[in-house]
């Protein structure tokens, strides 16, 4: 897709359409993406690029702490206090710059990632064995 407005209109609609699972995977999935280029511009001495991408993985956990349902899962408050140390250490890492603290910073997110992707995969896998039965 090189149209730019055909790209974004896909991306779009494909939050739009998302289970809230997979919501939640798409997520996570840009969280990394965002560490990664702050990674990569920090190792090209770009500071600003990277606290461009620090900035919108803060937002994003940021959102994800925030819609936390704390009053649904009984580890959801160990999550929420995973989610504030996060916040805090991309916070630090932007202030100074620290490219290794971004990668601990994703070091600690890719597991997450992992455990939900495939957690919303088994809970598909679930439901369509469930209709077809």
């Given at each position: 897709m090189?149209?730019?407005?055909?790209?974004?209109?896909?991306?779009?609609?494909?939050?739009?359409?998302?289970?809230p699972g997979k919501l939640l995977v798409m997520l996570y999935d840009r969280l990394v993406l965002d560490l990664v280029k702050a990674e990569e511009a920090l190792g090209a001495?770009?500071?600003?690029?990277?606290?461009?991408?620090?900035?919108?993985?803060?937002?994003?956990?940021?959102?994800?702490?925030?819609?936390?349902?704390?009053?649904?899962?009984?580890?959801?408050?160990?999550?929420?206090?995973?989610?504030g140390f996060l916040l805090t250490q991309l916070i630090q890492a932007n202030v100074r710059g620290d490219a290794a603290q971004v990668a601990?910073?994703?070091?600690?997110?890719?597991?997450?990632?992992?455990?939900?992707r495939t957690a919303v995969l088994e809970a598909g896998a679930v439901g369509v064995a469930a209709r077809v039965a």
């Open positions: 090189n149209n730019p407005s055909m790209r974004a209109r896909y991306i779009a609609d494909a939050v739009t359409t998302a289970s001495g770009d500071r600003q690029a990277a606290s461009v991408q620090l900035q919108h993985a803060q937002d994003i956990v940021i959102e994800l702490r925030t819609t936390l349902r704390t009053d649904v899962w009984d580890g959801a408050a160990g999550l929420a206090e995973l989610y601990s910073c994703r070091s600690m997110v890719e597991p997450l990632r992992d455990a939900w």
